[in-house]
């Protein structure tokens, strides 16, 4: 009876799974199209993330730029009749799952690409702060500690378990989602709170016996790893689950890691809030701030693609706000090429366009397909008509200019040429 | 799935975060887990557990989501409590009537969280175990004048006998939507969706209120 019922219930679900599969893959397909909006959105806001990851001074503020982005992109999307075109007409989708699966999509077209760079740039930024060491040292302190001076007052797991547990925790670190990794969060704290219900069969434990243990088990881990993880999760997650179990636990286990940075064994105690936690506080309301400035179309923040001194080269992505005038690109433009007397000038289909100073950047770019359009910084007297066609007949050249890369950018591009297969793959 | 019957025809969905402070060994975790047991609450992975439960309730008309926060009691994890008391929209304070010192440390989180998130979240101060009051160690009078010379409302409960921790719930839950909803007074009432993210506050959608049976139905 209870088989039937589980089976037709899986049904459904595979049916409505199917349903969200083919919605998430149209949606990653349009990000990959060069000559969608959306794709165009995302090629630059990539390139832009790419350029800029180094200048960061924390991790927050690296992970809260690309977590922004990508809330704006959803943004946009959720409103755009791009994916309203995308929609099958006999499906309804409720706000929520749209969301959702949006949120999905955003992942893969976004985060994939761009996770083992931000890795990288994390553990740089980590050790350079000395961070890393000082969490090895007292990760060393921890583990010659007895369990009765962790606080541990219940069974712990023993070496099948911690097997297992090392397992999902090598899984959750090579996933790029941060929804995915906290799935394997959870399984984890699972498998940790069956072990502690040996000794004790039936009795719901709560935090004053979860914490301890969390303690044990992650100074027997790689902590180093789990501990960019466990940022990656906290800033990258989609704001709307901040609230659920998956936010509870990533939050012990953020807590886990900041007590055994600041683990002193004599005491046994930290007393003082360590800097970074009360440093958390002030993340936190930035991520606040941060997210409610999402959905308003309006403050979508759009990229521009300027080549200097001349078409397919030096290309450099800007991120432009939608009041920005031609005037004020072009001074951006000043900075970012350090070129102060140069020039900007568009070109739509190799034809010069006149563009005067006071017009939006924005609407002149959207003024014309994408792809068919191009903006050129260059000395003054020196007009500079694109030699070929930018845009593609045939589709897609994933990354511009591939000759013409710099150093950093080719650093990154076995990375991102491994990306497009798996997703084609998908 | 249980609260079907208030389901569908009211107006808005709440999400509130309450956090749990309190020492080792005064009850929280009896007392939450008094609260929510419900034997239709299965979604979770770890659902026999007691650090992280949620509860669906229907007050007025209106659905509220609650997630509670357990924190570790221990004094070694004091300095850990704002990571978990950060987005809170409530906090439920426990200590034990038969300790006087849990008391106090009740008093510390009370200064703290003032001092960190101000007014803006609802303060609960719990004596539980009231089922052992001829070892009373905290006068009535003096937890109650306290709670109120901070702005906290105070209640008294025992987990072991299932008393007063449904009134302190719902009390905190009407007290959490009516700041949610002088908040969204105070905003000009003129946001659409884009209100969803203040606070946990999430506004699902706008259909009119229609009122079914007033009062909390939603536990067994």
């Given amino acids: ?426 | 799935m249980a609260t079907a019957g208030a389901a569908g025809s009211s107006g808005r969905t709440y999400s509130f975060k309450v956090v749990l402070l309190g020492e080792g060994c005064v009850g929280k975790t009896s007392l939450v887990l008094r609260y929510c047991e419900n034997k239709f609450n299965d979604k979770h992975i770890t659902t026999l557990q007691a650090s992280f439960l949620t509860k669906k309730l229907n007050i007025t008309g209106k659905r509220v989501n609650l997630a509670i926060w357990d924190t570790a009691g221990q004094e070694r994890f004091h300095a850990l409590g704002p990571i978990y008391y950060r987005d809170s929209n409530g906090a439920i304070l426990v200590y034990d009537v038969t300790d006087e010192d849990s008391f106090q440390k009740v008093k510390n989180w009370v200064k703290e969280l003032r001092k960190m998130l101000g007014n803006e979240i609802c303060l609960c101060i719990v004596g539980n175990k009231i089922d052992l009051d001829k070892d009373r160690n905290v006068s009535v009078e003096d937890a109650e004048s306290y709670a109120e010379s901070v702005g906290a409302k105070h209640y008294h409960t025992s987990a072991k006998l299932n008393k007063g921790i449904e009134e302190l719930f719902l009390d905190l839950c009407k007290r959490m939507m009516e700041t949610a909803q002088a908040e969204e007074r105070a905003k000009g009432n003129g946001a659409s969706q884009s209100a969803s993210s203040r606070r946990g506050v999430q506004i699902v959608d706008d259909e009119p209120q229609a009122t079914p049976a007033g009062g909390c139905c939603s536990t067994g």
């Fill in chain 1, 1 to 426: 009876m209870l088989d039937r019922a589980c089976h037709r219930l899986s049904t459904v679900l595979t049916g409505l799974i199917f349903h969200d599969g083919r919605l998430t893959k149209r949606i990653i397909e349009l990000a990959r199209d060069p000559l969608s909006y959306f794709g165009n959105l995302v090629k630059d806001h990539r390139a832009f993330t790419l350029e800029t990851m180094s200048k960061h001074s924390t991790s927050t503020d690296l992970l809260q730029e690309i977590r922004q982005m990508m809330t704006q992109l959803k943004s946009y999307l959720l409103q755009s009749t791009e994916l309203q075109a995308l929609l099958e007409p006999h499906h309804q989708y409720t706000q929520d799952k749209l969301e959702s699966i949006v949120e999905a999509a955003l992942c893969k077209s976004v985060l994939k690409p761009l996770k083992e760079p931000i890795y990288k740039s994390l553990e740089k930024l980590h050790t350079d702060a000395g961070s890393m060491k000082q969490l090895a040292q007292n990760q060393s302190v921890v583990l010659s500690s007895t369990t009765t001076a962790l606080g541990v007052t219940t069974s712990i797991p023993e070496a099948p378990a911690m097997e297992k547990i090392s397992l999902k925790l090598n899984k959750l670190h090579q996933e790029y989602s941060p929804q995915k990794k906290i799935e394997l969060l959870l399984k984890t704290c699972k498998i940790i709170y069956d072990c502690m219900s040996v000794s004790c069969p039936g009795r719901a434990h709560g935090a004053d016996d979860f914490l301890p243990v969390m303690m044990y088990v992650l100074a027997r881990s790689n902590l180093s790893a789990l501990q960019l993880d466990v940022e990656y999760m906290m800033e990258l997650m989609d704001p709307t689950l901040t609230l659920g179990e998956g936010s509870y636990y990533l939050t012990t286990t953020y807590g886990a890691l900041e007590h055994i940075k600041t683990f002193d064994q004599q005491r046994s105690a930290t007393r003082q809030l360590s800097r970074e936690v009360q440093d958390s506080i002030h993340r936190w309301e930035r991520r606040r701030t941060l997210n409610q400035e999402r959905v308003d179309q309006g403050s979508v923040r759009d990229f521009l693609t300027v080549y200097c001194p001349e078409i397919g080269v030096n290309p450099k992505t800007l991120g432009v706000f939608p009041t920005m005038t031609m005037q004020e690109l072009t001074e951006q433009c000043a900075a970012r090429f350090e070129q102060d007397t140069y020039t900007l000038s568009f070109y739509m289909d190799s034809v010069l366009q006149p563009v005067a100073p006071t017009d939006r950047a924005l609407t002149v770019k959207n003024s014309c397909q994408p792809g068919a359009y191009c903006f050129i910084f260059h000395p003054i007297n020196q007009p500079n008509p694109p030699q070929v066609r930018i845009c593609p007949t045939d589709p897609p050249p994933p990354l511009p200019a591939e000759n013409l890369l710099t150093a950093e950018e080719i650093a990154i591009c076995p990375v991102e040429l491994e990306v497009e297969e798996t997703l084609i793959n998908f």
